[in-house]
């Protein structure tokens, strides 16, 4: 559990700078870079979260 916190956390932080990357340069590729990190990331949780869902439903 605290491995995936750190794992999420460390994925948003990296999103962050390269949002905050593509404010300061203006390339594209920093923004395109940021929202995939940001989109596997927002998949990890969901999937992680359905995974302790089911764990205290049975």
Do not use: P
Request: overall charge positive; hydrophobic content about 65%.
């Amino acid at each position: 559990m605290l491995l995936f916190r750190w794992i999420v956390t460390l994925l948003l932080l990296m999103a962050g700078v390269s949002f905050a990357f593509y404010v300061g340069t203006g390339q594209v590729r920093y923004r395109r870079f940021g929202l995939m990190v940001l989109k596997w990331t927002v998949i990890a949780a969901c999937a992680f979260f359905s995974v302790l869902l089911v764990g205290r439903i049975a």
